[in-house]
């Protein structure tokens, strides 16, 4: 039991030193993180205060250079405005000098100027004092004296004066004349256009030989109806892949080869084909005809005509006259008009617009009544054309006055492209006449539906309705109409009268 006693107390004794020596380890350690931790704060109060002496450092340098900076931009400010300063007090002073030479200046004007008036003043007075004393020698009034010199150096120097006068206008025309030469030599070297020839015929490329038989078409029928319903003649000869289309019309001309190469293109060529694109060709042709309006207009450079205009313009495109293509024409008389006006200093547009239509009246002269140029001044009127390019194209055939120098260029261009060696035939005008008058002879003839004339006006094709005309009557008209020819028109040799009548007959299946 005492063992057990002093066990316990053995036992209590080492705890409570255990403790206490515990408790003055922690102690001990305590006061040593103590330590450590001013010293951390010692070491970091002097980093602070290192890093505040570094900035204010800094900031102490930066405030002298840019004090330093300051005060040099300062002292540059300073300099310069002193020598504004200085300028300006000499520019003042030479305002100064100038403003006292100016005064200077000004008071001897002022002196000279009342000297200048006294002079004026006793001079009209010697003048007066002379013509009273001269008056009173000659008994003359100062205009009776005027006369009377004028009149004596008239008679002395009359002669000479002609003399010179004639010599100058001599010299005026002379030199205006070889201007003149100059200039029309010039325009026309310039505008050295060929003369179309291809009055009546054109000429058609085949893809092949082969396409020749499928024209003609079995026992001729393909070519028969085309030719019946273009009024053109198909020469088809031995020319390799060609074929001629031959027509005074041009219009018929252009028709049949539009219809002839669509045929070709598609490849079936029968009669009912060939009525349907030929039917439908006709009704394009007004595309072609502003197409070629506009092509014309294009190629003379003018741009300012109403759409309705090039339209009819585009129809003399199917117009000859004298055997000249009217449009190509038209075309070369804007080229002439505009290059003299370049030359003399007149308005080349408008010079190109009138010399363009100046002849678009013969587009409708046959629909409409009075002269080219009235139908074409009323045509451009009625579409908003300017007065200059109306006052241009009205003189060319002088029924109008020239109001303008363009009109005078027009009428000299007109001139010009009329009377170039070729361009123009007064036989083929004729010879298209008689075609017309041919034609048109046939045609007022009872129950006749077409009428060409063909083989250069040697032979009138004569196509009738079927149900006004039978054959015992087709045989009187063909008689009738060659009396008609014999005793109206003048014509070489013989024409040949062929009436043709058809039956065709067509119903629908529905």
Known sequence: MSQLIIVLVVAIAAGMTGTALGWFLRFITAL?????????????????????EKILQESKTITETREQQSKEEI????DRLEKNEDRLVQKESLLDQ???DLDSEKAILKKEGKNILQKEKELHEVLEKRKRQLGEVTNLSEEEARKELFGVLQNQYAEDLQVRTQKLERQNKDSLD???????????????????????????HLKSEDMKGKIIGKEGRNIKTFEKETGVELVIDDSPETLLISSFDPVRREVAKKSLELLIEDGRIQPAKIERTIAKVKKEINDIIRTKGEEAAYEAKVFSLDPKVILILGRLHFRTSYGQNVLQHSIEVAHLAGMMAEELGANPTIARAAGLVHD?????DHEVTGTHVEIG???LQKFGASEEIIKGMQAH???YPYET????????GDSISGSRPGARRDTIENYLQRLKDLENLAQGMNGVEKSYALQAGREIRVFVEPKKISDADAQILARDLAHQIENTLKYPGEVKVTVIRENKITEYAR
């Open 377 to 379: 001044r009323r045509i």
């Open 32 to 52: 040593g993180r103590k330590g450590s931790a001013e010293l951390e704060i010692k070491e970091m109060i002097i980093s602070a205060r290192e890093e505040v």
């Open 75 to 78: 002292r540059k400010e300073e």
């Open 405 to 412: 120098v363009e009109s005078i260029l027009v009428q000299v």
């Open 397 to 399: 055939h002088e029924e």
């Open 360 to 364: 678009i009246g013969k587009a409708i």
């Open 98 to 100: 100038r403003q006292t």
């Open 178 to 204: 070889v201007r003149a030469r100059n200039i029309l030599a010039t325009t026309i070297q310039r505008l050295s256009n060929p003369v179309n020839n291809d009055v009546f015929s054109t000429v058609v």
